[in-house]
């Protein structure tokens, strides 16, 4: 399976955001938060990030994160793609008051994807 994170798997839609944070569920393992749907319309599991602007007031500070949990994401989103039918609606949040090592937020990232990939199966 490819590693790649195509414009086809990035949640854009506002519709489906705002439905997240109203009806979807949410696993926590610090610093990372995941709130999840079912989506049965889409073609592909499609995932958000969002790193608050009350805890990180400079844009690149947020952006640094944000890339962060991009690419955590992309190198271990294979499991729970590769043996799910099923297609989700994924926002991560991230919940920490100060920047982390990589490392860290690597470790959550492989937790939340194999806990979501148990829950659903």
């Known amino acids: 399976m490819s590693q790649r994170f ?3 798997e ?6 489906t955001i705002k439905q997240l944070f109203e009806e979807g569920k949410s696993f926590t393992k610090f610093p990372i938060k995941v709130i999840y749907i079912h989506s049965e319309n889409k073609a592909a599991t499609q ?3 969002a790193v ?10 947020r952006n640094r994160i944000k890339r962060q949990l ?5 190198l271990n989103k294979q499991g729970l793609l590769n043996n ?12 920490g008051k100060d920047n982390v090592a990589y490392d ?4 959550a990232m492989i ?5 979501l990939h148990d829950e659903t199966t």
């Open 6 to 8: 195509p414009k086809a």
């Open 10 to 15: 990035k949640l854009k839609s506002r519709k």
């Open 47 to 49: 995932a958000a990030f």
């Open 52 to 61: 608050p602007k009350r805890n990180f007031k400079l844009a690149v500070s």
């Open 70 to 74: 991009r690419e955590a994401y992309r």
């Open 84 to 95: 799910n039918s099923t297609k989700f609606a994924l926002l991560f949040l991230y919940l």
């Open 104 to 107: 860290k937020i690597d470790k």
């Open 111 to 115: 937790s939340l994807l194999k806990k």
